[in-house]
Nanobody, 123 residues
Framework: QVQLVESGGGLVQAGGSLRLSCAAS????????MGWFRQAPGKEREFVAY????????YYADSVKGRFTISRDNAKNTGYLQMNSLKPEDTAVYYC????????????????WGPGTQVTVSS
């Protein structure tokens, strides 16, 4: 069982930056893909990015490509999402997740979810 807790959300102006963190409870976190998802009010939860267990491979949704960077530090059991050039449409609750397969990530069906952290971008 892997427990995930996000932090780093908040209110930022358009064009600003935030860095989200995802702390995992278990060392086995290093064997999982890690992903970030978001859910805006009235919308379905959507995929944002994932990173492979080693950190060598990353993949992004088109809507965030070039602005967001996913990374991880397995020694600290922690993952990150650096968000730059934020837009009002990035406003959502952001969720960290861990899963065994790329399919799980792209289908928004990971094994574990964090509780989420609110990101609000003002115009």
């Amino acid at each position: 069982q892997v427990q995930l807790v996000e932090s780093g959300g908040g209110l930022v102006q358009a064009g600003g930056s935030l860095r989200l963190s995802c702390a995992a409870s278990e060392r086995t976190f290093s064997s999982y893909l890690m992903g970030w998802f978001r859910q805006a009010p009235g919308k379905e939860r959507e995929f944002v990015a994932y990173i492979s267990p080693s950190g060598a491979t990353t993949y992004y949704a088109d809507s965030v490509k070039g602005r967001f960077t996913i990374s991880r530090d397995n020694a600290k059991n922690t993952g990150y999402l650096q968000m730059n050039s934020l837009k009002p449409e990035d406003t959502a609750v952001y969720y960290c997740a861990a899963g065994r397969s790329i399919f799980q990530m792209l289908a928004a069906r990971p094994d574990y979810w964090g509780p989420g952290t609110q990101v609000t971008v003002s115009s």
